[in-house]
């Protein structure tokens, strides 16, 4: 029986704080309270730091195949990177190749994550389209697996599109049978269209993938993923959003009592689209879908998180290399060619605490909630992640809040070779990184190893509200 004890910390959750030690007892967080005197195997002492449960990433993309290449991270290097940064939970997404069940889908990326994660892992299912064996692989994985939640695409057209028909019904199934449907909401067949009008226009440079990617194509399809949801009475939870006009449709389909859950990404807090106006090249790093947009919307989107009308902050983490190797490169003459994607596994937390929390935009309480508690409820992981109770995982963060740490790829964990955030100094970053209570990341040093982390099944019943 191992056992570990935090003292002289002030534990942080999304309820509040308070000045107490933390008892773990075989990867279990067994008591909670003030001057504990419980011998233990290991002592940390948490004096002068916040102690915050471990991040949930509910959004990752590691080891995804697109065409011939495949995003740079896999499930070691990406959740060594994810540890680092404080994150000890990732929900990634298993992809069925054309034609591919979805079950046989789950047994791939189980295959890709056993013997590699480092930390606690989960899957989302992307489901193409909806016929019986779809259905049927949807009630299996629900029931046996744990895999409650299935996301759909509203762009793409010809790769992972599927039609309203498909998401409706989808989304009926949910509502019989449990689990959660998420969406990418953009207007893809719009879309296309855009493109292979900047095309036959000779703009071909990176920067106009933002062009050809509006905010009314977004909050189109937001608003009808939601309308959909509401035909078929069913919850629904939209992936990424990155602007005002979606937020908007957010708001107004819960304010018409829809159960709409919406998720945005640091890159969409913290940056805009002025980086499509790098020379060059150069604004290849920043070709992800949404792409950025105008700085105004930051602002609007924070006003969103501290409202509650956004309620999770998940990466999207999907990094391909811009020179080593050269995945971005291919769409030198054509951005539609650039693989969509870029990393912030490592970077999510730190972005959050100096953007949202040092500036007051949201509380410490609010920032636990959106990096952990939130995702928890939603996907079915609550209450054995996302807070500190007894009973709980001993998934537990460090926290420096006067820690200041420059971002760059030269120092970075993820292995790609670029940072959104070259050079940007933060501040508020972990100390030590503890996942089912052993150490797994102290002052900067790696100390867990591939492998340890489990998969994680996960509750059917999305949450009314959270």
């Not at 509910?58 to 290097?77: Q, V």
């Not at 006009?245 to 002025?274: H, I, K, M, N």
Request: charged residues 25%; proline residues 5%; negative net charge.
């Amino acid at each position: 029986m191992s056992t570990a004890i935090i003292r002289h910390g002030t534990i942080l959750t999304d309820a509040g704080r308070a000045a107490a030690d933390i008892y773990i007892e075989n990867g279990l967080i067994a008591r909670i309270g003030r001057g504990l005197t419980l011998a233990a195997d290991t002592v940390i002492d948490a004096s002068g730091l916040l102690v915050i449960p471990g991040g949930i990433d509910a959004h990752t993309h590691l080891d995804m195949p697109a065409g011939d290449i495949t995003s740079t991270d896999d499930f070691e290097t990406g959740t060594v990177a994810a540890a680092h940064g404080g994150t000890t939970t990732i929900i990634d997404f298993a992809t069925p190749e054309p034609g591919e069940s979805l079950r046989a889908a789950y047994d791939v990326w189980m295959g890709k994550a056993e013997g590699r994660a480092v930390i606690d892992y989960g899957f989302h299912m992307v489901v193409r389209d909806y016929g019986p064996r779809t259905a049927a692989d949807m009630r299996s994985l629900t029931s046996r697996e744990g895999v409650t939640s299935f996301k759909m695409f509203m762009a793409y057209p010809g790769r992972l599109m599927a039609d309203d028909g498909a998401i409706f019904r989808t989304m009926q199934h949910t509502r019989e049978h449990g689990g959660l449907v998420m969406v990418h909401a953009e207007n893809g067949g719009a879309i296309e269209v855009l493109i292979a009008e900047a095309l036959r226009r000779g703009q071909t440079g990176p920067g106009f993938h933002a062009a050809t990617r509006p905010r009314r194509a977004e909050a189109e399809a937001t608003g009808r993923a939601i309308a959909l949801a509401e035909m078929a009475d069913a919850p629904v939870f939209i992936v990424h959003l990155s602007c005002a006009e979606a937020l908007e449709a957010v708001t107004q389909g819960r304010e018409r009592g829809a159960a709409v859950f919406a998720e945005t990404c640091p890159q969409y807090l913290c940056l805009s689209d002025a980086e499509y106006a790098r020379d060059g090249f150069e604004a290849a790093k920043f070709v992800m879908s949404p792409p950025l947009r105008p700085a105004a919307h930051q602002q609007a989107l924070w006003r969103g998180i501290a409202a509650r009308d956004l309620h999770t902050v998940g990466t999207d983490h999907c990094p391909f290399g811009l020179d080593d190797p050269p995945h971005k490169q291919r769409g030198r003459d054509d951005f539609s060619k650039i693989p969509n994607g870029a990393p912030g596994i490592e970077t999510r937390l730190m972005l959050l605490w100096d953007s949202g929390v040092r500036t007051g935009l949201i509380t410490p309480e609010r920032f636990v909630e959106v990096t952990a508690s939130a995702p928890a409820r939603i996907f079915g992981l609550w209450p054995r992640k996302g807070t500190l109770a007894e009973g709980s995982d001993a998934d537990i963060v460090l926290w420096n809040p006067e820690k200041a740490v420059t971002l760059s790829a030269s120092t970075h964990h993820m292995r790609v070779d670029y940072s959104l955030y070259e050079g940007r100094t933060v501040t508020g970053a972990p100390e030590t990184v503890l996942s089912r209570g052993e150490i797994i990341v102290d002052r900067g040093v790696f100390l867990g190893r591939a492998g340890r982390g489990r998969f994680l099944k996960r509750g059917a019943e999305a949450p009314a509200s959270v």
